[in-house]
T-cell receptor, first 114, second 111 residues
Framework: GAVVSQHPSRVICKSGTSVKIECRSLDFQATTMFWYRQFPKKSLMLMATSNEGSKATYEQGVEKDKFLINHASLTLSTLTVTSAHPEDSSFYIC??????????FGSGTRLTVV | GENVEQHPSTLSVQEGDSAVIKCTYSDSASNYFPWYKQELGKRPQLIIDIRSNVGEKKDQRIAVTLNKTAKHFSLHITETQPEDSAVYFCAASTEGNKLVFGAGTILRVKS
């Protein structure tokens, strides 16, 4: 089946630094990648939709300058959390639509900002 | 945009009993309704899905029903087992578009 590989699985960074999260579609081409964040015991909240070769579309309330999304190829989308602060600590997860018209998820990234 | 509401937020059942989780959606254009099971710190796992041209779908102990007119869909788990304990999310989308999730239901199956 369609697989999305997400790295890193866990990252701890200092306040003020930036962190990049990668999602790769391993056996299919993902023209669209969705990025979610999930706080403990909460639901997955869509942050943005990235499209290969064009600018990402951000959901209301999500700072595009803070959460930089790049979708430079059909198999790679990246999310960079810039100037991270403790309140950015969360579980970030990507998802791609598959040819079977379902959605496949990455394994998630647990970000802790200290 | 789409809004998905999910109830109950927590559900406790005895092993062997049935569990029902309900969701409503707002966008009549939505046509894909998956259900996910998520364990702590893990990715959501698809357990069943339904498209708007179907009213019911079953896979062993799990079934989903969809009422397009009322814009609600439900997850039914029969003969619950302790390993069914997890967080369950419903979601809705229009084909190929973003998936909007419900708030989640914590299911506890007591043995």
């Amino acid at each position: 089946g369609a697989v999305v590989s997400q790295h890193p699985s866990r990252v701890i960074c200092k306040s003020g630094t930036s962190v990049k999260i990668e999602c790769r579609s391993l056996d299919f081409q993902a023209t669209t990648m969705f990025w979610y964040r999930q706080f403990p015991k909460k639901s997955l909240m869509l942050m943005a939709t990235s499209n290969e070769g064009s600018k990402a579309t951000y959901e209301q309330g999500v700072e595009k300058d803070k959460f930089l999304i790049n979708h430079a190829s059909l198999t790679l989308s990246t999310l960079t959390v810039t100037s991270a602060h403790p309140e950015d600590s969360s579980f970030y997860i990507c998802s791609a639509r598959t040819a079977a018209n379902g959605y496949t998820f990455g394994s998630g990234t647990r970000l802790t900002v200290v | 945009g789409e809004n998905v509401e999910q109830h109950p937020s927590t559900l406790s059942v005895q092993e062997g009993d049935s569990a029902v989780i309900k969701c409503t959606y707002s966008d009549s254009a939505s046509n894909y309704f998956p259900w996910y099971k998520q364990e702590l710190g893990k990715r959501p796992q698809l357990i069943i899905d339904i498209r708007s041209n179907v009213g019911e779908k079953k896979d062993q102990r799990i079934a989903v029903t969809l009422n397009k007119t009322a814009k609600h869909f439900s997850l039914h788990i029969t003969e619950t087992q302790p390993e069914d304990s997890a967080v369950y999310f419903c979601a809705a989308s229009t084909e190929g578009n973003k998936l909007v999730f419900g708030a989640g239901t914590i299911l506890r199956v007591k043995s």
